[in-house]
Structure formats: C-alpha cells, structure tokens
C-alpha cells in the first residue's frame, strides 16, 4: 500500500502541558486551584438531560385528545415507573378497562389537550470529567470546568484510535523497525502501555484487546488491519470515541513504519513510569492528534520553544517525505541561500540533510517535515 505522514510531529523531553478538562454543560467542579489531581480523579460532574419519549394516550385509549387530562392517574411532574399506568379509561358502563403504561422509568413532563399525547423524560445521564493527567490544577471556570498542568515528556502521534487512558509505559522490544507480533502481547502487559516497533497487525490488536492492555504505540499500521480491527472504514472525521478495549497511537504513519530511534529511545527511557495517552485524531479544522504525556515528578525546566517556530535552522532533525529518500530521518547540515535546480527544470530552495546512517543528501526544503522536539 502507499505511505503517508503527516508533517509536525512533536517530540520533547521536558514540557508543561496543559488541558482544559470540560463539562458538556454546566454542572459542579470538584477541585479548586492548587489541587494536586491523579489522572483518573474526577474533576467535574454534570447531568445530560434524558431521552424525551412521547405516549399517544388519546389513540391509545381510543379517546378524544380534550379528554385525556381526565382520565389521567399522573400529573406533570410526577416520577413514573416502567409499565406504570400513566391513564385509564372505562367502557361499557365500567365493565371493560382500557389502561395506556409508560414504556420507560423517568418523569412526566407535559400533556396535551390538543394531540392527545403526553411527554415523558428519562432519568438524566450522569457525565464525569477526570483529570487525564497527573499534575496541578492551575485554572477553574466555574460550573464549566478546569486546567490541568504538569510537567514531562510528551509525544505526538500522526494517528490514533481509542480515547483517554493511563498504564504503566513497558517496552515489547528493542528494536524500532520490528514489528509487534500478537505473540509479543503477554498477560503481564495487562493495564499497561505497550511500546512495540515498526507495524502492528490486525491480530496483535484483537490480542491486545482481549489481554486488557490499556495502549498500544506504533510507528504504523496497515489501513486493511485497522478497517479489519474497527468494522469499517475509518473517514476524515474525528476518532477517539471507539470502544475497542484498546487505545491506538501511530507515531510515524500508515505502512510499515520504523519508529523514530529518538521518540523509540524517549519512551524507553520512561518505562515502568506512568502515562496519559489519547488516541483522539482530527485532521481537518481543528487539527487534533493523539498524544502520549508522562508526568515527571519534581517538576524542571521545559525545553526551549519548538524551533520551528522560528524557521529552518542548522543541526535541526528532519524526515524526508518524498522518494527516493522517502522515510529516512537526518538532521539539517546545509541550508544553501542560492535556488537549485531540480530535475523538473524549475528551480526551488534545497537543503543538504545528513542522515542517521551518516549518509549525505541534498532535496528540496519542501520535501522534508520538520521533527519538533
């Protein structure tokens, strides 16, 4: 199948984070600020309003919409069972009874004299909001909800799957370019977070799955395995909210992908600590990509502001997205002012990269993404 990447892939050591945690609508904040929350703490809780049923008591009862009210046995307001009698209508000088029941336990809120119907809610639905991340609350919205800070490493992925999870961060090989096998995924992995290699397969997630592991990072996935593993394909609308039993964070792209030897090295180098991931992808308006952020106690000093930022600098890494160096990773050695031209005949400014083989290479600035780290 083809490849592809998404160029600014985020990759840092050391960085404050923050997340806004927010209810859908107003409800109660249970933190204030200066709280020290853990990611599965509860931080806000609201209510959403219940389904609305409506019950056609006038058809029903094979009575007129105007006569409905009298033959009601509960008023507006009024908490209802399922199968409770809601209205009641006699016949034939009382000896036959006709009986509408409520087909859903919640409230009754209205009833009409005009269509003969009545409105019943459902019990609201409660809605918690957790922390996500380990670290300080810094900001409340009253009623809406709260800012979370903490200090420590965090990695972008260019895809993902799943929603909000946390695990222990555990390493299932050495090697960036292997792929991680169903065979690779032990019972011990359960609650954890898995860092496998290059690929993972339809298989491996299905087991990953069944074993209760809480994440999976990868440096790709095949799009047939995934529309394997989730039932359908997936489109350009947002992903997180798949109820999978397992979080899914690509770190590089879609094919067999080695992993980045610095962001490989980087959750190394964090293993048996604990970590927030968010399988949560967007890529239209709105940009939206998965995440792994591993709170570091003791807090420090964050590493300097994105370089890109600022423009292409000397000695910045880079991966090249165009054949014939397609996927391979480098640092910038030379960034000549002079336009070059290109094989096209057009001419363009170009770069020299050095890759991590050691090898040389000069293409176009348009053709390489930037690692910002």
Known sequence: MAHAYTPGLKVTEKSVVLKDRRLPLKGQVLAKVGDMVKADQVVARTELPGNVQTVNVAGLLGI????????????????????????QSKSFFGLFKSVCRSPVAGTMESISGITGQVILRE????????????????????????????????????????????????MAMDDPAQELTAEMLKPEHKGKVVVGGSLIRHKALVRAAELGIRAVVVGGINDADLKAFLGYDIGVAITGTEEKGVTLVVTEGFGQMTMAQKTFNLLKSKQGLKASVNGATQIRAGVMRPEV???????????????????????????????????????????????????SESHARVLEVEFDDGGRAVVPRANVELIED
């Open 64 to 87: 007129l919409p105007e006569d409905v009210q009298a033959h009601m046995l509960k008023k507006p307001g009024e908490a209802v069972a399922k199968e409770e009698p809601l209205a």
């Open 293 to 343: 952020i591993v709170p570091l106690e003791g807090g420090g000093k964050a590493d300097e502001a994105h370089k890109s930022d600022s423009g292409m600098e000397l000695g910045m890494a880079v991966r090249v997205i165009r054949h014939p160096y397609f996927g391979q990773i480098g640092k910038v050695a030379g960034l000549p002012h002079e336009l070059r031209k290109l094989e």
């Open 123 to 170: 019990p609201p639905l409660p809605v918690q909001v957790r922390a996500y991340i380990d670290g300080k609350v810094v900001s409340v919205a009253e009623g809406e909800g709260v800012t979370v800070e903490t200090f420590g490493t965090f990695v972008q992925g260019i895809f993902g799957i799943g929603g909000e999870t946390d695990g222990e961060i555990t």
